[in-house]
């Protein structure tokens, strides 16, 4: 029985996305039973004790091999192609069959036979192969059964097989119903890990995925969970995934782009609920035969078969690719399925599944297409290639090219000055040791630090440590160019400049009336810019500790959340509610020491853009060590959008990039010590509370990796990213740094020595250091060994 169902695709043509190949109707139900399919065949029980094979690209009919007297609860299938086994259990026996024997019988006119390797063993409701498929392991009850023709080794749990020898893992059940992993060395009978109580819920599918080398397993409230099995790891958990609230995100994603909204899938009055979704079936899903604009590692997928329907889930970013909902093609015979089985071809974009209905005796073979599935469920802005380098020259309508006139340094008032009086210059204005008016007599009214060594014995790290006497938080820091100098804002109305080694007294710049939230280095690193909640922005000299340029609190409408220099200190991009600003800025570097409180600092506003949903802005990042033309912005709405200013215009919006505010984005600015491919600059870092760091790529236009094994659930911490570009940092709440590999979903290093939240992590450009800051006032610098 054949059946066709189009839909239409976002450019307006019809796609052949799933296609009904084959329908049959049991005498028994079927709703809870193990299903197989291995292309081209496809296996399930038929009226009970009856196994039924049918090959999808044989126009022959199925092959119906009969032995048990009892029920078939459980199937699958070999991993070996020649011959191709296939292993059916109930509560009486369990068989093995040789396919090429069974096919070769029937055709004979003789009744299939195939080998009994265990009776009487239970309720059975998994069965696996090895990766020989000498041994076979099956689930019965509260026990694992390892079967062999000459040798049966007993476990609990259930099974699946790793490719290093002899490896298995499997769950076990407590008395409260709760489930937890084990790893089992069933060659040797010992238990080699054991987790933690993960869920309520029973644990219905495992895999693990041996090119990744991770464990995945769900449950049946749809929470997925993922394990790292790379040595040295210790079984960590890598990330933990609600497909519930991954749906919800990929229907507002597609919302959001101008694609239809997945039915029954956001919640809201008169809109109808979903079910909880059980993860029913795990199994590997590569999209690199789709001809898909993805990378290579964002073709490393997951097919997820649920009651209501499939998804594809990428391992590398952990969200959706496409959902394919059962209820959403009318021609299909189940809409609810109570078991299923999918799997890949490995040489084109095909894909096999097997249904089961939830409340009929019904089972469908699917044929579904991969890139077909995928493409119509793709954003609009996945062709376009955006580019942080600039690729053209400055249009005269552009914001931009007020900066490229070359600017005229104002003259000095007097040509004449003597060598003397020019040294003066730059030296603060003393009138008596009894005028306390100017300030300058009096000692600063806070002792801002004090150094104290450290050895950290973790991951030989040696580390550096300065403590504030008065436990002010540590907003964020900024490092120069050259890695020598180091500023940080404190909430106490300060900004500090001190050497990049925490050695020596640091250069304090006071004159904020709020936490100093953000400071930022300008490229020939003579200016510092801060920023404080008390809406005022301020340009210091670095040589004398001097105010340059002062913007006050009645300029802008909101508290500055971003600002930094821009364009090779030719502008100041600043971020005030919903929109972001580009200002010019001239300093008055010939003052008058005699009128040195009247600044003559010049600032015009050159452009000004708001974001389309009137979100506020949460967060601004431009690259200022090149000349580029993206500028990119976080708003409240949850949406990353870039600007491209030599257009002045949007050039795109990335929506539900977290499921959270992005509070901080960092871009690969890289280093004037390393050197980077001109591609890798167009990586960028967002981080949110609650979810994690995502690794995103301006030519995709989506995260392509996400990092989540640091515990971030209530508090903002900081990111950064490497010189060389293939490690990024974070802080964490646990006290600790992590450090992860931009390959790898994982993290490499945790480094250890503060007592509190992790609030800012920075790396030194010219050496292999890391500074990081806590929320009580507590520098620390590190020195880890990092290896690609």
Partial sequence: MDKTQQIPSTVGCESVVVMERYLAESQESVSHVQLACSMPYCAFPLDGNQLCVWNTGAPHLPLVLQGHHWPITAVAFGNKVNPLLICSASQDCVITWNLDKCREKMLQGLAPRGTIVGTLLGLVLCV?????????AVCAGHKVFMLDVEVRWPCMGAVEFYSLPMMATFFTSSKEMSVCPKVWDHCMGSLIYSSSILTAYPLLSLLIHEENKQLVTGCADGQLWIFSLIEGHHYRCVASVDLRKQMETFSSKRVKSGLPR???????????????????VLSCCNLSYCDLLLSSESC????????AGLFIFNLANFNLEAVLRFKDFR?????????????????????????????????????????????????????????????SCVLPTSPLYFGIAKEKCPKPANEKQSAGQRVVEDQPLVFHTKVRSSGYTSAPWVTPWRGNAGVNR???????????????????????????????????????????????????????????????????????????????????????????????????????QSAQFYYVDAFRLLSSGPEFRLPKYQFDLCKDEVKRYKPKSRYKLVYRLSTPGAADVTSLSAVNDFYSHMVLTAARDRTLEVF?????????????????????????KGSPFTTQPSQAYNLFLTTAIGDGVGLCDMRTLRCERRFQGHPNRCYPCGIAFSPCGRFLACGAEDRHVYIYHT???????????????????AFNPSAPQIQSSAWVGRLYCSRPCLTA
Wanted: net charge neutral; aromatic share 4%; hydrophobic share 45%.
């Fill in 300 to 307: 490393k997928c997951l097919w997820i078969g649920s009651s």
């Fill in 743 to 761: 390959g790898s979903s994982t993290f490499s290093h945790r480094l250890a020595g503060h007592t509190d939240t992790i609030a800012a992590v």
């Fill in 644 to 668: 491209d200013l030599n257009a002045s215009c949007s050039a795109a919006v990335i929506a539900e990039a977290h499921t959270r505010p992005v509070h901080q984005i960092c871009q690969n």
């Fill in 128 to 136: 696996r192969f090895g990766l020989d498929d000498r041994a076979v």
């Fill in 458 to 560: 973790s991951c030989n790290v040696v580390g550096q440590i300065l403590e504030c006497h008065s436990h002010s938080r540590v907003y964020l820091f900024f490092q120069t160019g050259d890695g020598k100098r180091l500023a940080c804002g404190l909430a106490n109305h300060l900004a500090l400049v001190f050497d990049a080694s925490l050695t020596g007294s640091p250069a304090v710049l006071s004159g904020h009336d709020g936490a100093v939230s953000t400071v930022c280095w300008s490229h020939d690193r003579r200016w510092l810019l801060s920023v404080a909640q008390d809406r005022t922005v301020r340009v210091w000299s670095t040589r004398r500790a001097d105010t340059m340029l002062l913007l006050g609190r009645d300029m802008f409408p909101k508290p500055v």
């Fill in 262 to 280: 997945l039915p029954g899938v956001l919640l809201g009055r008169g809109e109808e609920a979903e079910a909880v979704l059980p993860v029913l």
């Fill in 331 to 391: 021609n299909l015979s189940i809409h609810i399925a109570g078991s299923c089985a999918v799997t890949s071809d490995s040489i084109n974009d095909k894909a096999l599944c097997i249904l089961t209905s939830m409340f009929e005796s019904k089972i469908a073979v699917l044929d579904i297409s991969l890139a077909a599935l995928v493409k119509s469920q793709q954003c609009p802005g996945m062709g376009r290639t955006l580019s942080v380098l600039a690729r």
